[in-house]
């Protein structure tokens, strides 16, 4: 229900601007001050992830304030930069010999497990009505609940805390956790974390498969919705699959990418800001009916690519072992062949992409070339004017139409 934010929803988004705003100072000043090696990209990157979330919130609910995925989102994009913050200057203070309170604070005041169970379960179980499926859902969202519950709770009453890692993670120093239990050992080294962790997984499908169930059951605007989404989780599985675990894992191109793209090894948060991005534009329904053009587009220069630069490394190697010695000319002989073949690929791929995902611009071209072919043999103005109105209503699929003559004196 669209309504005005009230004066305590007001207080709240002023609150969490005042947290959001300090914590990105303080971490900006801690990376700017001690962070030399500090991966600027990469923390860009993600910075603009979570300012998207938070951003996106606070536009969701100004507009509706009782719909939850705005405040969840809002939630996600203060905790993860006031938790980073708070980490980073509670290890400023532990180098410098100082209190080890912020750093505590930091690893048992916030749970990464909780936020991944918020935007991973809680988001597509709610999304787009703010409500779930179906009654038969609640089990799902009592039981991830309870999850995130233990681990929130496991995680700030754990005996110790790690402090530093080595470069294979593992642990090389630790410090007591004033309220931690003694026998209480942290998630990741007990059977109870495991199973908390088993459970989340188990709603993490749930979630994949009330998506299914939902678009399955939908038609329209929820339709064009659930696909907005679709489309930008997408994207995001898409770059984390290509960069983060087939270049650089199975093939370890990390450096030829990051000569090729300086920041190529960094757009994850960029891809994931696509995520909330798209999740504002399906619920606050602005142009909602894009989506199929977009993923026509997005298809389309995707397979373009792909086509070119196979076409382009394949010239370089059969005139590199053609003409030995000679690799000026053969990167300016497939540079020219690219050159020449963009606009045919671009106009068959594009054809083909749209026969199979923009379906209603396809058969508009092809019902509007069939009316240009039947206007130059058609001398009956009246049926000519059928013609016009029925191309008109089938292309553009107005709630009406008319046709006016103007009729000379």
């Not at 005041?109 to 009654?135: E, H, I, K, N, Q």
Request: contains cysteine; proline residues 5%.
């Amino acid at each position: 229900m669209v309504g005005s934010p009230t004066p305590r929803v007001k207080i709240a988004l002023a609150t969490a601007g005042l947290v959001l705003g300090a914590s990105l100072t303080a971490l900006l000043w801690a990376d700017a001050t001690f962070g030399e090696d500090a991966p600027l990209g990469e923390t860009i990157s993600l910075t603009i992830a979570f300012l998207s979330f938070f951003a996106v919130g606070v536009a969701i609910v100004l507009r509706r304030p009782a719909h939850p995925i705005g405040w969840l989102f809002v939630v996600a994009g203060v905790y993860p930069l006031a938790q980073e913050a708070l980490n980073r200057l509670g290890e400023i203070r532990i180098d410098q010999g100082g209190s080890e309170t912020l750093y505590v604070i930091a690893n048992t005041a916030f749970s990464w497990p909780a936020l991944l169970g918020t935007l991973v379960v809680f988001v597509p179980l709610l999304f787009p009505d703010g409500r779930l499926p179906s009654p038969r859902w609640r089990w799902l969202a009592g039981m991830t609940g309870l999850a995130m519950a233990v681990m929130v709770l496991g995680g700030m009453f754990q005996r110790d805390i790690c402090v530093k890692y080595d470069e294979a993670d593992n642990c090389t120093q630790r410090i007591d956790n004033p309220i931690g239990l003694s026998w209480l050992p942290g998630l990741e080294e007990s059977a109870i974390g495991a199973v908390m962790f088993g459970v989340l997984a188990v709603g993490m499908v749930g979630a994949v498969v009330s998506v299914v169930v939902r678009y399955r059951r939908s038609w329209g605007p929820e339709r064009a919705q659930l696909r907005w989404v679709t489309f930008a989780m997408a994207l995001f599985i898409a770059y984390v699959l290509l960069v983060g675990v087939l270049v650089e894992e199975v093939l370890g191109w990390s450096d030829r990418l990051q000569a090729i793209v300086p920041f190529g090894l960094d757009l994850f948060g960029v891809f994931l800001a696509l995520v909330p991005i798209s999740v504002g534009v399906a619920i606050l329904r602005y142009r909602l009916y894009d989506i199929d053009r977009i993923i026509s587009r997005t298809v389309a220069y995707g397979l373009i690519t792909a086509v070119l630069v196979g076409a382009y490394a394949g010239v370089v190697f059969v005139l590199g072992r053609a003409l030995p010695g000679q690799s000026d000319l053969a990167v300016a002989a497939s540079t020219l062949a690219v050159a020449a073949l963009f606009n045919p690929v671009r106009r068959r791929v594009q054809a083909l992409v749209d026969r199979r995902f923009n379906r209603s611009r396809y058969d508009s071209e092809r019902v509007i070339d069939a009316f240009g072919q039947r206007l130059r043999s058609e001398v009956s103005l009246s049926d000519l004017s059928e013609d016009l109105v029925e191309v008109a209503g089938t292309t553009m699929q107005p709630a009406w139409t008319s046709l006016w003559l103007r009729q000379e004196e």
